[in-house]
C-alpha cells in the first residue's frame, strides 16, 4: 500500500529551538508561489489512515506499513468502510484513501474533536495514479457518506502565516485549532515529481 507523501516544511528549522525560520524557504517552489493562491485547510491533531479498495477487497493501514492502529479506530473504519459500499459505487474504481483517524484516545487532545468515539475524516484520493481535485475528493466523500476536510480560506502563503501565528479556533469546536494544510488551488509538483503542500503550525513560529 502507498504511502502518504511526507510534506515539506515551509521553512527551514533553527537546530536548537526547532522553530521555523521565518523566510528561509525549505523549497525555491514555495517562495516562488508565496503570492499565488493557496487552499487552507484545518490540521486535524489524530493519525494518519489509509483505506484501499482494490476493486475486491479492503485494506486498512497507518502512515506506515509497520504502524500499529488502535483495535478500536480499526473497528470504525471497518464500519465506515464495508467491501459492499465500495462495489456498489465504485465496483470498477480501485482507489487509495488518505485521512485522519481523530477523536477520544488518540492524541493528547483528541478528546476535543469527539469525546465519545473516534472517526475518520478524508482529505486526499489518489485514483488511476492521479492525485483527485478538491472536487472529486468532495464527491467521493459524499458517496462514502465520511466527513472530509473543508477549505476554512484562501489566500497567499503569508496570508496562512499570520492566521496560524495569531491562533485559529478549530472548526470542530471551541479550542485552538493545531494548524494550517495548505496547498495551491492547482495540483502542483516541484522538479522532482513531488507534491506542492505544506503544514504550518502555531508553534511552528
Known amino acids: ?47 494518519n489512515v489509509r483505506v484501499e479498495w482494490d476493486g475486491e477487497k479492503v485494506l486498512f493501514g497507518g502512515r506506515t506499513d509497520n504502524a500499529q492502529m488502535p483495535t478500536f ?14 462495489a456498489a459505487l465504485y465496483p470498477e474504481t480501485p482507489m487509495l ?7 477520544a484516545k488518540i492524541q493528547k487532545g483528541g478528546g476535543n474533536y469527539k469525546p465519545d468515539g473516534v472517526d475518520f475524516m478524508l482529505f486526499d484520493v489518489l485514483c488511476g ?26 489566500g497567499t502563503i503569508y496570508d496562512a502565516i499570520d492566521i496560524v501565528k495569531g491562533g485559529m479556533m478549530s472548526t470542530f469546536g471551541s479550542f485552538e485549532a493545531e494548524g494550517l494544510v495548505i496547498r495551491p488551488t492547482v495540483e502542483l509538483q516541484t522538479r522532482r515529481g513531488h507534491r506542492i503542500i505544506s503544514k504550518l503550525k502555531t508553534r511552528d513560529f
Not at 502507498?2 to 521555523?20: A, C, G, L
Not at 484513501?97 to 477523536?103: D, Q
Not at 468532495?138 to 476554512?152: H, N, P, T, W
Open 1 to 47: 500500500m502507498i504511502e502518504y507523501p511526507k510534506i515539506q516544511s515551509i521553512f527551514k528549522r533553527d537546530e536548537k529551538t526547532h522553530k521555523f525560520l521565518v523566510g528561509e524557504w525549505s523549497l525555491p517552489e514555495f517562495a516562488y508561489l508565496a503570492f499565488l493562491e493557496w487552499e487552507f485547510t484545518e490540521k486535524v491533531d489524530g493519525t
Open 129 to 154: 495514479g492521479l492525485w483527485l481535485r478538491r472536487e472529486g475528493v468532495v464527491d467521493i466523500a459524499g458517496g462514502l457518506c465520511v466527513e472530509r476536510s473543508y477549505v476554512v480560506d484562501l
Open 73 to 86: 479506530l480499526l473497528a470504525r473504519l471497518q464500519e465506515l468502510f464495508p467491501s459492499e459500499k465500495f
Open 97 to 103: 484513501l488518505f485521512g485522519e483517524g481523530y477523536g
